[in-house]
């Protein structure tokens, strides 16, 4: 005769059958953490990011483990088609919003100042990918995990010329130097995380910018090396000139290198063109014929506030 299962001993089975089902891998999925769902909510809800021909939203990315991105949007080129990327970024909106208002606010007038024309291609060395800092084993995720940054490693301008950071950082004409060092220091207003050349190993080749939140509040910014002085470009007042932040106002709660002074001369009337046009340039460059597909995994990674969890 069949014993009658009593509540009572449904109950103390029931830790039992937990722990069974949790050895056999049915365990609750690790889950993201809040504050990239609450940023992503926000970004779209107040329509920061628009779809173009250039950006379009794409299918989720639900993994391995926490990484990937619940409305990944495809960009092909930034300020509605202007300024192209060598290769098609997955990104998550708020670092597209951003991007895209680093370009108008820093990128740009610096190099209308510097060279008389706009920048009209972002060469990435990567957005997307589910991997730890730096691409090393067992290393905490990267924000590139969930389409939270993006690594620069240079600039085409209009006329097809090619600013490389790992050419030209250090051994570049003066003007270039320059342009690199006020987009390293105006990129510090826009993102919370900037690693450029000098900040440590990995960033030799590139400049990694993202949205990560540091600090138990949000409030602290990474900005390494610390911004440097640059020298007016040519017909600029050095009045004008924003000096970087000192050691101690870098990497702490709040800080935020100032703007370069370009802005301020823009909002004067310009500057002079045919000393521009004077200026060194960078050596010409074919531009690419098509885009690329986006590159995997290599050692251009990079800081993240967040730990995988525990398996």
Not at 18 to 40: D, H, N, V, Y
Not at 88 to 112: F, G, I, K, N, Y
Not at 139 to 162: M, Q, T, Y
Request: proline share 10%; hydrophobic share 40%.
């Amino acid at each position: 005769m069949a014993r009658r299962i009593t509540p009572l001993l449904l109950l103390s089975l029931a830790p039992l059958a937990a722990a069974g089902l949790s050895g056999c891998g049915f365990m609750a999925k690790p889950q993201r953490p809040a504050w990239r769902a609450t940023a992503e909510n926000a970004c779209l809800a107040e329509k920061r990011v628009q779809p173009t021909a250039y950006v379009q939203f794409a299918p989720e990315i639900d993994g391995p483990g926490i990484c990937g991105l619940t409305k990944p949007l495809r960009v092909t080129a930034l300020q509605g088609g202007a300024v192209a990327f060598n290769a098609r970024a997955t990104l998550d909106c708020s670092m597209v919003a951003e991007l895209d208002q680093w370009l108008a606010d820093v990128v740009q007038p610096s190099a209308m100042a510097r060279f008389g024309q706009p920048v009209a291609q972002i060469n990435s060395m990567g957005s997307y990918s589910c991997r730890g800092m730096n691409a090393q084993a067992g290393a905490p995720l990267s924000e590139h995990s969930f389409g939270n940054a993006l690594d620069i490693g240079g600039f085409v301008l209009a006329d097809g010329r090619e600013i490389s950071i790992v050419r030209d950082w250090t051994h570049g004409e003066q003007q270039v130097k320059d342009f690199l060092a006020e987009v390293h220091g105006g990129s510090c207003r826009h993102f919370t995380t900037v690693l450029s050349p000098g900040s440590n190993a990995f960033h030799y080749n590139h400049i990694h910018v993202d949205l990560a939140m540091h600090g138990r509040n949000g409030d602290r910014h990474i900005c390494k090396p610390v911004p440097r002085d640059v020298a007016p470009p040519p017909g600029q007042d050095p009045q004008l000139i924003a000096h970087g932040p000192d050691d101690d106002d870098v990497d702490t709660p709040g800080a935020q290198p100032p703007l370069a002074a370009f802005q301020a001369q823009a909002s004067r009337g310009g500057v002079n063109d045919s000393l521009i046009l004077a200026a060194p340039m960078p050596p010409v460059r074919p531009k690419p014929s098509a885009l690329s597909p986006e590159s995997g995994p290599k050692d251009w990674d990079v800081t993240s506030s967040i730990r995988p969890r525990a398996r």
